[in-house]
């Protein structure tokens, strides 16, 4: 029972990242009474992020200062359903986010518009190579909405973020120096791209005399001072190496705070609520209306939020978790296939390779910027021909210097011992000289890959943890030894002294120690079909129309980019829905 | 090569000659980054020249296989400074007292199932109770299979050996794991070697200097556009410049 009971409001979101503050700026314009729940602390630039202490690599680096803090919640984790799961106690392959911004703190600014067969990723695969083409178990879906549809929200995004790139699509007509696969687009990138380091001008010119389509990587790290459409103003960014795992002292990098939140906090008709752990939605007697939120206070209170709309804008596993504990939506059953709520758990397969340099070319890896460097699309998608390859999927790849960090980005050549005096003298005499050229891999969705509740493991306050249970697939370890043999040719071609591979190989385990990409997806995807979807185009829940849920836990399966810009875009897309269609009338869009 | 035992003995400076595994898969070059820098690598300030520190977390015991172990995981050599000149050690006791010695932040709640490794360190011990089981049973397995001796006590060569059985999983203990001892233990002892000087190791940024990376610099908008140009400047540390 609920100790206090708060005055209703229109609408409540849980969780204040990127989609909360996206989601809270596109309601209270629309004149609703909005109020943001956030279980972590408040952070901004100054202090949380001020220079010079972000620049501590053990304290936000290692130790994760900026991250969730795994001692109160964190997830179980196996690799079949027949495993028992044990707790993810450290982190390690995914960096949980915390407090406001979340992970939007700190990221890297990583900034991609999916492809537009991305979005309709089983109609394209049919059509060019057959039903027959998609393996067994793998759940292969569009996501119900297209590039087109999108394209207005991904455009918004960018200029929100002042996001620095080239294009390599304007409304059809491909631009020299851009990504010619991308998706149409219908303006310029808001800036200029960013400098390219030594490593990545390397990377550029050997993979185009390869024949490949390199490009600079669109970087939500602002190149030149910038003021976006709500006033907030970006500085330059610096290059100072200090990028993913930390905040943004420059005020370059695009978070919640350098865009948004100067805004929204002045609105009277917001409300931000710190240190406010919700539980769970709370729900009307036959299931089919949320009527609030149940969450606990700083001080140990439970409270009880009424709202009329209820927005899971938390992170793609906390979405999940939620909706579990809430028991909104059918709880997906590995065995039968059937339920959508843990349904479509994915990740991703990178892949990379570290090359090392002589003492004539420094590649001076502290000199970085999180999306610093080139990408190419040319292995990405369905951007090249399947169909003797017999995999679903692709990579980016790319050659991105994002800091060199000593304790977590020293890289030395394979052989080298881990410790004593040849491994100091490794260090010392390759360090200058490192770079790597990497490669981001889609993971599809398959029926046992998933996530539900665990029978055994409880969170600080009682509630059970999320269980993930995900292995790595054949299809997708043909997918990263296709991409291998690429990373190998154009590292090759760049001339160092010394290669060493790093890709995954059929038969190896998810393996949760090293960090591998903080882009899970799935859970509650989006979709047209409610057998397979558990909320519909516009993110809305299917049976449950006062319920929206945003986040990468709508993707049907990965792709090969960072999730972000799709993510920011995919709310702005479901805001315009209930401005537009739902407030009017409320109830079902879908 | 010869080393001098020196349990318990606060601030002083072991010096050691290291063997080099012929298997080193390297090709040197023996060029050191930054060239302005080099000199000062070369002659990096002794840790004497701070103040002794005295372990909070640690006795004496332990101190002495703490010094002793982190000195040949990063040796001293012509190479530039190890662990000790570097102060990993007191990196490693003020970690101890810290959130990663308590586990602070780690999921903690049982139960505590035996796994494969892949899902990371499953055991209900925090790290400094690792420590601390880990150096009596590395301390005691020395002494009944080397002759008597406490690991500190040890030549070099034989200390190598031991932690080459810790690390390949040569050597178990019944009370402690092994292997997770020694992955903490090298893990703090990197990040002690490499961490900025606030948290009590790499003094003076000697680390930084070796391996010509600028610490807390954090600004490289003039530099981003030179391409092979070695940066001319020395590393600085949150608390400023270092000697």
């Known amino acids: ?590 | 090569m010869t080393d001098v035992p020196s349990p318990g003995r606060r601030g002083f400076l072991r010096r050691s000659i290291a063997i080099v595994p012929a298997a080193g898969a390297l090709t040197a070059t023996g060029f050191v980054a930054g060239q302005q820098v080099a000199a000062q690598a070369a002659s990096a300030p002794a840790a004497a020249a701070s103040p002794p520190y005295t372990p909070v977390y640690f006795h004496a015991e332990e101190w002495a296989f703490i010094q002793a172990a982190v000195a040949r995981l990063i040796p001293s050599d012509d190479t530039g400074p190890g662990a000790i000149e570097a102060g990993v050690p007191e990196f490693i006791d003020r970690q101890m007292e810290g959130a990663f010695g308590q586990a602070a932040t780690w999921y903690m709640q049982g139960p505590f199932v035996p796994s494969s490794p892949l899902f990371g360190y499953q055991g209900k011990m925090l790290p400094r109770e690792v420590y601390r089981a880990g150096i009596a049973a590395t301390d005691a397995w020395c002494k009944q299979q080397k002759g008597g001796k406490r690991f500190a006590e040890l030549d070099t060569g034989t200390q190598d050996e031991v932690l080459k059985g810790l690390d390949g999983g040569t050597i178990q203990f019944a009370e402690v794991g092994a292997k997770d001892f020694f992955t903490f233990l090298l893990q703090n002892t990197k990040e002690g070697y490499f961490s900025d000087p606030i948290h009590g190791g790499n003094k003076n940024a000697v680390a930084w200097k070796m391996i010509g990376f600028p610490g807390a610099r954090a600004d490289f908008l003039d530099w981003v556009d030179k391409p092979g140009v070695h940066y001319p400047l020395p590393p600085v540390s949150i608390n400023g410049p270092q000697g």
């Open chain 1, 1 to 590: 029972m609920a100790t206090i009971k708060k005055p209703s409001v229109d609408a409540v979101l849980v969780g204040f990242g990127w989609t909360g503050a996206i989601m809270g700026m596109e309601l209270t314009a629309a004149g609703l009474k909005v109020l943001a729940l956030e279980r972590g602390e408040n952070r901004d630039t100054v202090p949380d992020f001020a220079y010079p202490r972000i620049t501590d690599e053990l304290s936000y680096g290692i130790r994760g200062k900026l991250f969730q803090n795994l001692s109160k919640e964190t997830v179980t984790i196996r690799h079949t359903p027949a495993d028992v799961a044990v707790p993810y106690r450290q982190h390690g392959s995914f960096l949980l986010g915390d407090g406001v911004g979340g992970a939007g703190v700190h990221w890297n600014g990583h900034h991609w518009r999916a492809l537009p067969a991305d979005l309709q990723l089983r109609s394209t695969y049919e059509a060019r190579y057959g039903k027959k083409f998609i393996p067994e178990g793998m759940y292969l879906q569009d996501f119900g909405v297209t590039y087109d549809e999108l394209e207005p929200h991904f455009d918004m995004f960018e200029k929100i973020c002042g996001t620095s790139g080239k294009a390599g699509n304007l409304k059809g007509q491909i631009q020299a120096g851009g990504n010619p696969f991308e998706g149409w687009r219908a303006n310029e990138y808001p800036l200029p791209p960013l400098a390219s380091p030594n490593s990545a001008v390397l990377f550029e010119k050997a993979a185009r005399e390869l024949g490949y389509h390199p490009f600079p990587q669109a970087a939500a790290n602002a190149s030149r001072a910038y003021t976006n459409p709500h006033g907030a103003q970006l500085g330059p960014c610096n290059f100072c190496g200090f990028c993913e795992r930390y905040g943004c002292y420059m005020y370059a990098k695009a978070s919640p705070q350098t865009t948004l939140l100067p805004t929204l906090m002045k609105r009277s008709n917001f409300e931000l609520r710190t240190r406010s752990h919700v539980q769970r939605v709370n729900m009307s007697p036959d299931g089919k209306r949320a009527t609030g939120v149940t969450y606990i206070d700083a001080q140990g209170n439970e409270v009880e939020q009424p709202a009329d709309l209820v927005v899971l804008c938390a992170y793609q596993m906390h979405n999940v978790r939620l909706l579990l504990l809430s028991n909104i939506g059918k709880k997906y059953d590995p065995a039968t296939g059937e339920g959508v709520v843990g349904r479509s758990y994915a990740y991703q397969l990178n892949g990379g390779a570290t090359l090392h340099f002589d003492k004539d070319q420094p590649m001076n890896p502290f000199v970085g910027a999180g999306a610093s460097g080139h990408a190419m699309d040319d292995f990405d998608g369905d951007n090249f021909d399947h169909g003797p390859l017999g995999f679903v999927g692709g990579a980016t790849i790319n050659c991105i210097n994002t800091g060199g960090r000593p304790i977590q980005q020293l890289a030395l050549p394979a052989g080298t011992p881990t410790w004593g005096a040849a491994w100091k003298k490794a260090a010392k005499e390759n360090y200058v000289y490192q770079t790597s050229v990497g490669s981001q891999g889609s993971v599809m969705a398959y029926r046992d890959n998933y996530l539900d509740l665990d029978p055994t493991y409880k969170d600080a306050f009682g509630q059970p943890l999320l269980r993930m249970t995900f292995d790595w697939k054949d299809n997708d370890m043909a997918m990263t030894a296709f991409i291998g043999s690429k990373v190998e040719q154009i590292a090759k071609a760049m001339g160092p002294k010394h290669i060493s591979m790093g890709f995954k190989k059929k038969g190896d385990h998810y393996d949760v120690r090293p960090y591998q990409s903080t882009h899970n997806t799935g859970g509650a995807v989006m979709g047209t079909d409610p057998k397979t979807s558990a909320i519909n185009r516009y993110l809305q829940v299917w049976d449950v129309p006062n319920v929206f849920v945003m986040g990468a836990s709508a993707f049907p399966q990965n792709f090969g980019y960072n999730p972000t810009a799709v993510v920011g875009a995919l709310a702005y897309w479901s805001a315009k829905a209930i401005r537009e269609t739902y407030l009017k009338n409320p109830g079902a869009l879908a």
